[in-house]
């Protein structure tokens, strides 16, 4: 099992810019694909980034696409989410994932596709 804690949310005007990180303990954070998710009041949680284990591929949401990038440092157990040109419809809280079996193949934007969750930083865009 491994531990996830975000940081870095918080309110931004429309077109500011954030960056999330996601810090992991207690497991091999470079092997595992990783994961950033968000939820709006009312809404499902949807798939925003990932990232694989080496940094090979990542992929995106449509509607993050060209704004957010997703990164990730092996050496420090970290995954990060910058995101610019943020908009109103970007509120939510952002959750990040690990999959920890990253052998199976999983589709990376299926939250079934991860095993541990962090508790989420609320992102807030004010118009």
């Known amino acids: 099992q491994v531990q996830l804690v975000e940081s870095g949310g918080g309110l931004v005007q429309v077109g500011g810019s954030l960056r999330l990180s996601c810090a992991a303990s207690?497991?091999?954070?470079?092997?595992?694909?990783m994961g950033w998710f968000r939820q709006a009041p009312g809404k499902e949680r949807e798939f925003v980034a990932a990232?694989?284990?080496?940094?090979?591929?990542?992929n995106y949401a449509d509607s993050v696409k060209g704004r957010f990038t997703i990164s990730r440092d092996n050496a420090k157990n970290t995954v990060y989410l910058e995101m610019n040109s943020l908009k109103p419809e970007d509120t939510a809280v952002y959750y990040c994932?690990?999959?920890?079996?990253?052998?199976?193949?999983?589709?990376?934007?299926?939250?079934?596709?991860?095993?541990?969750w962090g508790q989420g930083t609320q992102v807030t865009v004010s118009s």
């Open positions: 994932a690990a999959d920890m079996r990253s052998y199976r193949g999983s589709n990376l934007a299926r939250a079934n596709a991860y095993d541990d």
């Open positions: 207690g497991g091999t954070f470079s092997r595992y694909n």
């Open positions: 990232i694989t284990w080496g940094s090979f591929r990542t």
